[in-house]
């Protein structure tokens, strides 16, 4: 029995590394595709910037091309604000070009190519209207006939696409690449999960062979009893050893090894437990009769089981980050939410603790004032939806002025429960307040890194939680951030969530 007990823990120990394995195995692959999307991304960003100021070089020469002929035609210097706008702004998108084009040789002799291109254009157009204005009006429509300013929009035209195409096509291969490696990141998944299930069936296996090799020496015991009172005795000593062994190895099997099919970080926690137990029944067994099995296995649970765990949980935890960071707006549809008593002040200060040093670093403020209420609702919608507000409020704040932020909480008449969150940024535009709310849309001057994800995704949040956010804002003065939430959120039907 004593030698049967010591394969059961060689043989669990065994279980838990390899599930160990499996699980670093599904962390390190979503890390894999996780950092293959942020590069997409930045790519997929970059990419679209450059086409947006290609498009906006060629726009440019264009309307300082419109203005001159306008000028020319009519003689009315009306027709030049156009050309005098557009051909001041072409430096600058060339600038943004050459910084879009980042290290690549190709997009950079190209950009200067542009340059060249757009000097000439711009000295072509600014010959002929010099001309007109010193009344010599046949000379610039000569020069005008001359096709030489529609030849130089051609070459502009030519190596605007030579810069597209390039970009266009590297994103097709890196879209290509990236759902390749979506499609192999969902393989290991469910292989690892695959694996894990059969730990948990060859650990059932393993205790009910366990289970009927003590009802075999049960038997024995009891035929043994009127006859053999000696060997009873000693037989009575091994049973308690294996009762409290199958004690130990039921509650593992019940606990730890068939949780990981609900959730990971509890079957982690019942791994702690049954070790406990482990060590505990070992200390209660004299040491000086081990035989190498049993040292081993001593040696097992004090250091190996436990790395093995602490492995487990590790692993677990960054699995659990990575998979929140790259699929929150996507996921955020399809999670249960799950209501229970939230302490807003302890939630918020948790919130802003975590944005110190962003704060510090900005010299702002950030107050909790006065009394919040207790919500029942979803704390990591709320923690999220906290999260993205304090953000924006930093990101935009007025540097002309210390920056302060002040939270505040209060229980209306019909019952809501209404958050303030209120800063002296920028502020925001009225023409906006609602703007900001959409996907992908922001407000006043970008010189701030977003994509314009965030707020949209606070709406999409408070909106599960079955209440509303509005903003109240002046430009120049700072803006106020209204999150009205019932002070109960009830379940909805998966149709509600759906629509929310």
Not at 380 to 393: H, I, K, R, S, T
Not at 408 to 427: I, K, M, T
Request: include cysteine; charged fraction near 25%.
């Amino acid at each position: 029995m004593h030698t049967f007990s010591t394969t059961v823990t060689r043989r669990a120990l065994l279980m838990l590394i390899a599930a160990a394995l499996a699980l670093l195995g599904i962390v390190a692959t979503s890390g894999w595709l996780a950092d293959s999307t942020r590069q997409f991304s930045g790519s997929v960003s970059r990419m679209t910037s450059l086409r947006v100021a290609a498009g906006t070089l060629l726009s440019q020469l264009q309307d300082a091309e419109i203005g001159q002929r306008g000028y020319l035609l009519t003689e009315d210097r009306q027709y030049l604000k156009p050309y005098e706008t557009a051909t001041t702004a072409v430096d600058a998108t060339i600038a943004r070009l050459h910084d879009l084009a980042g290290g690549n040789t190709d997009a950079l002799r190209i950009v200067d190519r542009l340059a060249v291109l757009a000097a000439a254009k711009r000295e072509e157009l600014a010959q002929t209207i010099a001309l007109m204005e010193a009344g010599r009006r046949d000379e610039a429509l000569a020069v005008v006939r001359t096709g030489r300013g529609m030849m130089l929009m051609d070459d502009a035209r030519r190596s605007l696409a030579d810069l597209i195409t390039p970009a266009d096509a590297q994103l097709d291969t890196q879209l290509s690449t990236l759902i390749g490696q979506a499609r192999a990141s969902g393989w290991v998944a469910n292989l690892g999960g695959l694996f894990i299930v059969l730990v948990v069936g060859g650990a059932v296996w393993i205790a009910f062979r366990y289970a009927q090799d003590l009802m075999r020496a049960q038997s024995a015991i009891q035929a043994l009893n009127d006859t053999l009172e000696q060997r009873v005795s000693e037989r009575t000593k091994e049973l308690q050893r294996a009762n409290d062994e199958i004690q130990r190895f039921a509650y593992i099997v019940s606990h730890d090894l068939r949780a990981p099919l609900v959730n990971v970080m509890g079957f982690t926690g019942e791994f702690e437990a049954g070790l406990a137990s482990v060590r505990a029944h070992l200390d209660r067994q004299p040491a000086d009769g081990d035989d190498g099995a049993a040292l081993e296995a001593r040696r097992a649970v004090a250091e190996d089981m436990p790395e093995a765990i602490g492995f487990i949980r590790a692993s677990t935890s960054k699995m659990d980050r990575l998979i929140n960071a790259i699929l929150a707006l996507s996921r955020q549809g399809g999670r249960t939410l799950n209501p229970e008593p939230v302490a807003m002040r302890a939630l918020l200060e948790s919130v802003v603790a975590s944005f110190r040093h962003q704060a510090g670093e900005q010299h702002c403020t950030i107050d909790i004032e006065g009394h919040l209420p207790v919500l029942v609702s979803d704390r990591l919608a709320l923690e999220q939806v906290f999260g993205n507000l304090l953000d924006n409020a930093i990101k935009y704040l007025d540097p002309a002025r210390t920056g302060r932020i002040a939270i505040r909480g209060r229980v209306e008449e019909d019952g809501l429960v209404v958050f303030d969150v209120a800063d002296n940024g920028r502020g925001i535009p009225p023409q906006d307040h609602e703007r900001i709310f959409e996907l992908f849309r922001r407000s006043g001057v970008q010189d701030r890194p977003g994509e314009g994800i965030g707020l949209a995704y606070v709406r999409t949040l408070i909106r599960r939680l079955q209440g509303e956010v509005a903003v109240e804002s002046v430009p120049g003065q700072g803006s106020v951030f209204r999150i009205s939430l019932p002070g109960s959120l009830t379940q909805l039907s998966e149709k509600h969530l759906h629509d929310a």
